[in-house]
């Protein structure tokens, strides 16, 4: 599976933005996924996940009533809608795709077999 991941950029503190992530497989509905990210000189954090056919969603703390993942499995694309953005959120943000199924699994960086590129998201004060 490739994933391309997109529409990052330069925001101030409290705009929106929408991310997505293409996949170029048709098996793309056979896979959890995911939006992780990583800021400089930090380990790779999870931020939230969807499972395959999108009713089940799982978001970390810190963006949770924040940020919305969905997916279209007819597209090959999942979807990282970000709101109220805070100079926090500054990261470069990846998609992943998972054969896990748990929260407990799917907030793990080792669950994911296939990453996207990373798209910089920047959030100014």
């Known amino acids: 599976v490739q994933l391309q991941a997109s529409g990052g950029g330069l925001v101030q503190a409290g705009d929106s933005l929408r991310l997505s992530c293409a996949a170029s497989?048709?098996?793309?509905?056979?896979?959890?996924m995911g939006w992780f990210r990583q800021a400089p000189g930090k380990e790779r954090e999870f931020v939230a996940a969807?499972?395959?056919?999108?009713?089940?969603?799982y978001y970390a703390d810190s963006v949770k009533g924040r940020f919305t993942i969905s997916r279209d499995n007819a597209k090959n694309t999942v979807f990282l809608q970000m709101n109220s953005l805070k100079p926090e959120d500054t990261a470069v943000y990846y998609c992943?795709?998972?054969?896990?199924?748990?929260?407990?699994?799917?907030?793990?960086?080792?669950?994911?077999?296939?990453w996207g590129q990373g798209t910089q998201v920047t959030v100014s004060s």
């Open positions: 992943a795709a998972s054969r896990a199924y748990t929260y407990t699994y799917l907030r793990q960086v080792n669950q994911y077999s296939f």
């Open positions: 497989a048709r098996t793309f509905s056979s896979y959890a």
């Open positions: 969807i499972s395959l056919s999108g009713d089940i969603t």
